[in-house]
């Protein structure tokens, strides 16, 4: 092997190294990643068991399902703005590519939203196997959801958080890039895009088969179409991150 062949060799081991930098990097602050998202996630539990409480000793026995999961979800949101923000300028700092940051960030989130994603899915066994903790009530448990079964579930969370994470990156990088004006804007069309939507559906009276599609789809098929439109979302925060000034 040539000189020229070992450097070429080399380089694809160095550049997953650095990638692997970025991972350490974001995981510094563990309150990002791993202790504020579990706190959101327990504190959403025992807040939601309160309620449930409350509502089974006032004698309601129907089945309980609250809305509170999804506040560990809608976090990452948070974790993906708090990636680019807080870390970004130390990554440049230590002669990091974009490339290598973007990805290494990806990485830390999945890291981390596969920890929450195992968590998601042992609170929905342990909820079906104790009948909703004795009160019939489910957190992490939507029967829709766990439809195809606790991978099928795992997956469908696990998917959610990357999207929020990657949401969140992009919002980030595009004020970092253009500043609060260019990013409310963009928000503000991404909410027009939405009711403009809403109104076509119901213009053309598709509610219906719109509800009839979701249905066919399944939770699993969702999840799918959901795992294309976060790789399309990725593709266009990181072709942002690349020409963003540091």
């Known amino acids: 092997m040539t000189a020229l062949d070992a450097g070429a060799a080399a380089r694809p081991a160095a550049a997953r190294h650095r990638t692997l930098n970025v991972v350490r990097l974001q995981f510094v602050n563990t309150q990002t990643f791993v202790w504020v998202p579990a706190l959101v996630l327990g504190g959403a539990w025992v807040i939601t068991m309160l309620i449930y409480w409350i509502i089974q000793s006032a004698g309601g026995t129907d089945a309980k399902i609250g809305g509170g999961s999804q506040a560990?979800?809608?976090?990452?949101?948070?974790?993906?703005?708090?990636?680019?923000?807080?870390?970004?300028?130390?990554?440049?700092?230590?002669?990091?590519?974009?490339?290598?940051?973007?990805?290494g960030s990806l990485a830390a989130a999945a890291v981390s939203g596969l920890g929450m994603s195992l968590a998601f899915v042992l609170l929905g066994l342990i909820e079906q196997a104790t009948d909703g903790y004795g009160m019939n009530g489910y957190f992490a448990y939507l029967e829709w959801v766990w439809a195809e079964g606790p991978l099928a579930a795992g997956l469908a969370y696990f998917v959610a958080t990357m999207l929020f994470f990657v949401v969140g990156f992009w919002f980030a990088t595009i004020f970092k890039r253009f500043g609060t004006a260019t990013l409310v804007l963009v928000m503000l069309a991404l909410g027009l895009a939405v009711v403009g939507l809403v109104a076509l559906v119901t213009w053309q009276q598709a509610w219906p088969d719109v509800w009839r599609w979701i249905q066919d789809a399944g939770s699993l098929g969702l999840t799918l179409w959901a795992v294309l439109l976060g790789a399309l979302l990725a593709a266009g925060s990181y072709l942002t991150l690349r020409r963003m000034p540091v």
């Open 72 to 103: 560990p979800l809608w976090y990452f949101l948070v974790v993906g703005v708090q990636a680019m923000t807080l870390s970004f300028p130390f990554s440049q700092a230590m002669s990091l590519t974009r490339r290598e940051f973007y990805l």
